[in-house]
């Protein structure tokens, strides 16, 4: 892939570590305050920014850290870092030129960087069947973005072919390998953003990405502007009384399990925050939860609203062919009552655009929960069946 600009660089040395503790190892170090992601801290030195990811599974534990360097040093395609590795305070550390070849394994990733204004990086994604982004399906379909296959079995070879200098994946728990992808000596962004419990919490780490690319103070504007969007739509809510607050079920069942969200969960709290009352909102969970269909029934039979998610490149799903798909689905009241909402993913950029745009979510939430307080906005992402 060739490029008609020159990208803003960065150095970083990426090691994980298992150790506990934030401090900076500087005394001109100066930590940014991070004001709801748990999972992420930014300490920006004179010479680089230290980014540490803590561990979701064990909060005594760093996942891994990271050392940007500073976003007003440019980098000529043709120069070589030698002369930053000497100003360097890390100059004892290995130091990579990032990124010209990024992979992103997830399409929220994929997308972030498109709107960050750095398509141009992205020389790889996974499973690009699933993307719905417009201007990355035509990037794939010119051949400029590669597909390399599955996030959990990808592509070797298209990878070593891609000459990729940065890889961006999600981590999980227990992991002690991603694939053997370590052996190809490429550095690796564990992108835990995925495990925050508050919706803005996630949307936050787009300040660790934008850095990442470069674009640290575009990325800090985008994140408050998303922040006062999620705050002024909560403050119409605040105030409504329980009595008020329907009571909300999530999606279908799956196979022989009902995954339903956590009570911890992004989209628990969206719906609280939308003046909802999420059914499993005492479950501790943060992830999905697979219940069997009798207990999801005995819980949500009377359920206010029912949201489902779904991907149907055909058709919207409708009332009738849910029924039709599962008879005991009528039991539902909300069925009963056709206030049952749809999303289907295969039409709409839904995965990738409302973790890190929790507040377009939560728009609809209202306009679905409470259409009278947004009496002028439309849906942006579900539809009624």
């Not at 803003?8 to 100066?30: E, N």
């Not at 962004?189 to 995925?194: E, F, N, P």
């Not at 943060?286 to 058709?315: C, H, K, M």
Request: hydrophobic content about 35%; glycine content about 6%.
């Amino acid at each position: 892939m060739k490029y008609p600009y020159t990208l803003l660089t960065l150095c970083i040395t990426l090691f994980t570590a298992c150790h506990s503790g934030t401090k900076a190892t500087s005394p001109d170090a100066d930590t940014l305050v991070m004001r709801h992601a748990q999972y992420l801290t930014l300490i920006a030195h004179p010479d680089y920014t230290e980014v540490q990811i803590r561990s979701p599974w064990d909060e005594n534990k760093l996942l891994q850290t990271v050392f940007l360097q500073p976003e007003n040093l440019e980098h000529s395609e043709n120069s070589d870092n030698t002369e930053y590795t000497k100003k360097s305070s890390h100059s004892s550390k290995p130091i990579i030129l990032l990124p010209r070849r990024a992979l992103s394994f997830t399409a929220t990733h994929s997308s972030l960087i498109e709107e960050l204004g750095m398509l141009d990086a992205l020389a790889g994604v996974c499973e690009a069947e699933y993307i719905a982004n417009p201007r990355i399906r035509e990037a794939l379909e010119a051949g400029h973005i590669i597909n390399i296959g599955s996030a959990m079995t990808p592509d070797r070879e298209r990878i070593i072919g891609l000459d990729a200098d940065l890889i961006l994946l999600s981590p999980y728990e227990n992991a002690s390998t991603y694939g053997n992808l370590e052996s190809l000596g490429i550095p690796i962004i564990q992108c835990a953003d995925y495990m925050e419990t508050s919706a803005l919490g996630r949307a936050e780490w787009i300040r660790f990405y934008g850095r990442l690319f470069g674009k640290g103070h575009e990325s800090d504007s985008l994140f408050s502007a998303i922040e006062a969007q999620y705050h002024t739509l909560k403050a119409i809510t605040d105030s409504l009384p329980a009595q008020q607050c329907p009571t909300v079920l999530f999606d279908t069942q799956n196979g022989s399990a009902w995954y339903v969200p956590g009570g911890r969960s992004t989209m628990a709290q969206l719906i609280a925050d939308a003046g909802g009352r999420y059914l499993f909102n005492d479950n501790a969970k943060s992830g999905s939860v697979p219940l069997s269909f009798e207990t999801v029934l005995e819980r949500g039979q009377q359920a206010d609203v029912w949201l489902i998610r779904y991907n149907n490149s055909r058709q919207r799903m409708r009332l009738p062919h849910l029924g039709q798909t599962y008879q005991p689905y009528t039991l539902f009241s909300a069925y009963q009552n056709g206030n049952v909402y749809g999303c289907n993913s295969a039409e709409l950029i839904f995965y990738e655009e409302t973790p890190f745009h929790p507040e377009r979510l939560l728009r609809d939430y209202i306009k679905i929960l409470h259409p009278a307080l947004l009496p002028n906005d439309t849906l942006r992402y579900f539809h009624k069946l």
